[in-house]
């Protein structure tokens, strides 16, 4: 199983942005699906998570301003970033909890390579 990040790059305050992440390889389902970010100095920490049954949580700081969403036909899952400032600048991973097998109830968590934004002028 492997996640593959798209759509990083630098764009100018006030601007928008969107990431993509997709599952790919042989697994039963995608659970969870979730964008973390890691600013330089700083912990990782969750951005916005949404299950599998459409339920989106976000961190304060992002709320109003980004959206999560998925395409289940797809295994992606997308994070809409608009009115970007600096303080959004970070390497951002998606992370996704995968049922491998319909046979076995068992889930694991796998995680992106990440990418980067960078917002600046």
């Known amino acids: 199983v492997q996640l593959v990040e798209s759509g990083g790059g630098l764009v100018q305050p006030g601007g928008s942005m969107k990431l993509s992440c997709k599952a790919s390889?042989?697994?039963?389902?995608?659970?969870?699906m979730g964008w973390y970010r890691q600013a330089p100095g700083k912990q990782r920490e969750l951005v916005a998570s949404i299950t599998s049954s459409g339920s989106t949580s976000f961190a304060d700081s992002v709320k109003g301003r980004f959206t999560i969403s998925r395409d289940d036909a797809k295994n992606t899952v997308y994070l809409q970033m608009n009115s970007l400032s600096a303080e959004d600048t970070a390497v951002y991973y998606c992370?996704?909890?995968?049922?491998?097998?319909?046979?076995?109830?068992?889930?694991?968590?796998?995680w992106g390579q990440g990418t980067q934004v960078t917002v600046s002028s």
């Open positions: 390889g042989t697994f039963f389902r995608v659970n969870d």
């Open positions: 992370k996704a909890v995968i049922r491998l097998r319909s046979q076995i109830p068992l889930s694991s968590t796998y």
